[in-house]
């Protein structure tokens, strides 16, 4: 029955089969379209944050607590990458995305987000290396956020399809009380709660849309963000999509427009944390401010961002993935042709662990870091995986 209710939802029907979208059987999943089995690719990793792959068939892997590593033949290699930079390790700080430049067959450049330690606090910087018999050199930093604190780094990085590369930027954790419309959130002149566009060297594209405008940093792309965690570019139309936290409920998936403000604390779904969960915002819409097109109450922590296209699962072609940390799942979003609206929302890859990062395989698989064991939550640091999901048709 459970089975047939998938097929049909997945045909178009609105509706939600979040806690029904599978059951489990001797490590076979049970999904709407495809049937799948998870399968270990690599072990022994400490919360792994980012992946990326090489040409020639490497993946490389950030851990949070500043390490680079590498994944060969389903082997994670004993040492890590030397020449990565110094990280700030603590809360939500540490080693965060790891990108390949589009054209690394040529010039061999791999970009690094982090939490950088600034004085007595830190900011979100990236840099860019040459990526060269396994080790990193030639090593520059290519940008550094005007923005200090402990948490809501953001450091999400994807380059689009002309070799622009966006990066996310949280709130910095600034309180969401008072004058909501002065938070830092909503302050352009500085580099919270925000999604930035740079060239590959860290420079301002002239056609960004504040450039010209001496009171706003002409890095912005978007702003009124709270904590970006996920930020991916639709292969085939090109749109960016980025996930966000919400405070106690309202994650939110956007679709990224440039110079759009996206309403944060003034507009949004959540609740300040605690028993009482009093309210934060206005409402949860304004004219002005871009609203999401989707939202989770109660939350899942939403994590890695990607947008499916490969080969082995073609009834989930198009279906936007999100990771989930609190929620310890795969999201799947079932879009309308327009990608307007969420026809189905279905979960997989639960109950095996936060999931960090998710992406797609140059071979078509469905990847995903698990950034904590199962079930252990914020401080359950032992050693994790990547794994596969594999279709059984």
Do not use: C
């Not at 970009?111 to 018999?133: C, H, M, Q, W």
């Not at 071979?363 to 914020?378: F, T, V």
């Amino acid at each position: 029955m459970l089975r047939n209710l998938l097929r049909l939802a997945g045909t178009g029907m609105l509706a939600s089969v979040m806690g029904l979208a599978q059951a489990q059987t001797d490590g076979i999943y049970y999904a709407a379209h495809h049937d799948y089995r998870v399968v270990e690719i690599a072990d022994g990793l400490l919360q792994p944050w980012s992946m990326t792959w090489l040409p020639g068939g490497d993946i490389l892997v950030t851990e949070k607590p500043g390490r680079l590593r590498i994944v060969r033949d389903g082997q994670l290699l004993p040492e890590a990458v030397p020449g990565v930079p110094e990280v700030l390790y603590q809360g939500q700080g540490g080693m965060f995305e790891v990108v390949a430049h589009p054209n690394f067959s040529e010039n061999r450049w791999v970009y690094l987000s982090y939490a950088k330690p600034v004085g007595d606090s830190s900011s979100t910087a990236i840099v860019r290396g040459r990526f060269e018999n396994d080790q990193l050199t030639n090593v520059v930093e290519v940008f550094t956020a005007e923005a200090l604190g402990f948490g809501h780094y953001g450091g999400k990085i994807v380059f689009d399809n002309d070799g622009y590369m966006f990066l996310t930027l949280g709130d910095r954790q600034a309180p969401s009380r008072g004058d909501l419309r002065a938070h830092p959130a909503q302050d352009r002149s500085n580099h919270q709660g925000v999604i930035v566009r740079l060239n590959d060297d860290g420079s301002v594209p002239d056609d960004n849309p504040f450039v010209g405008d001496r009171d706003i940093l002409p890095e912005i792309w978007s702003y009124g963000h709270r904590s970006p965690q996920g930020l991916a570019i639709h292969p085939e139309t090109g749109d960016l999509w980025m996930t966000e936290h919400g405070p106690q409920g309202g994650d939110e998936l956007n679709r990224v427009q440039p110079g759009n403000n996206y309403g944060w604390p003034v507009i949004g779904y959540g609740v300040n944390y605690g028993s009482s969960g009093s309210p934060i915002h206005e409402g949860i819409g304004e004219e002005g401010m871009a609203g999401p097109t989707h939202v989770w109450v109660p939350s899942i922590a939403v994590s890695g961002l990607m947008v499916y296209t490969g080969d082995k699962f073609p009834m989930w072609h198009g279906s936007i993935m999100s990771g989930s940390l609190a929620g310890e799942q795969l999201a799947r979003l079932h879009m309308s042709d327009n990608y307007q609206d969420v026809i189905v929302e279905e979960t997989l890859a639960y109950g095996m662990g936060r999931i960090r990062d998710v992406r797609q395989g140059p071979d078509g698989y469905i990847y995903l870091a698990i950034s904590d064991g199962n079930g252990g939550g914020r401080g359950n640091f032992e050693e994790t995986a990547i794994v596969r999901l594999e279709p059984l048709d």
